[in-house]
């Protein structure tokens, strides 16, 4: 029986889904805010826990306007940008992979198309996938800009995959968006499938031991 993995391209996400550090950079945001008053401290911890997958500026923006009250300058999106990727560069190399990913990954690389889709800054993301040696592993390396959903629809187009013959794999809504908005199939990645960010129908993994198995129910 052929192996459901081969009929598909398959699209990853990186934090949460390939290196376990989705939890090290939100904690990398709230630490920027740790002075903050506690409810304000809070209300950014929450809005982190359910943003994922998004630009950190996008993420800034939000923080600056809608928790602070006030229209941050480009000038201090800059600054709280640098200062994010300062703090949590030398984490994303000792950050762990995902259960089960570099051996999937190791599996299927030469075999099927496989691409990474994030949303931290190309430059960045191609730096850290060089130094954690996982480059080997995909055809292409995109960052931002542009967000998912574009970036998404640009690698189909680019690369000639039918959207029903590739499955977006990440970990937050907004990577489903991403996969909705575009007709691919989609596989999310939930450590607790309780506090599953995606409609209830959804398929989804605790890590990546379980990927061949989510790619026989699509």
Known sequence: ????????????????????????????????YAEAPAPQYQAVCAYLGRKGGQPREVKFRHIEAHIFGQQASEARIRELCALFKASVEQRLLEAP??????EFLARWAGKRPLYLLSATPEAELRAIVEKRDLARYFRE???????KVTGLRNLLV?????????????????????????????????A????????GDTITVRDLHGLDAALEKL
């Open 1 to 32: 029986m052929t192996d459901p993995a081969l009929h598909y391209a398959l699209v990853f996400d990186f934090d949460g889904v390939v290196l376990d550090s989705a939890t090290l950079k939100r904690q990398a945001f709230a630490d920027l």
């Open 97 to 102: 992979a995902i259960p089960g990913a570099v």
């Open 141 to 147: 390396v995109v960052g931002s800009p542009p967000d």
């Open 158 to 190: 680019r690369c000639g995959h039918a959207a029903n013959e590739t499955v977006m794999i990440g970990d937050s809504y907004n990577d489903f968006r991403a996969a909705r908005s575009n007709g691919t199939r989609f596989v999310g990645v939930t």
């Open 192 to 199: 607790d499938p309780g506090a599953s960010p995606f409609p």
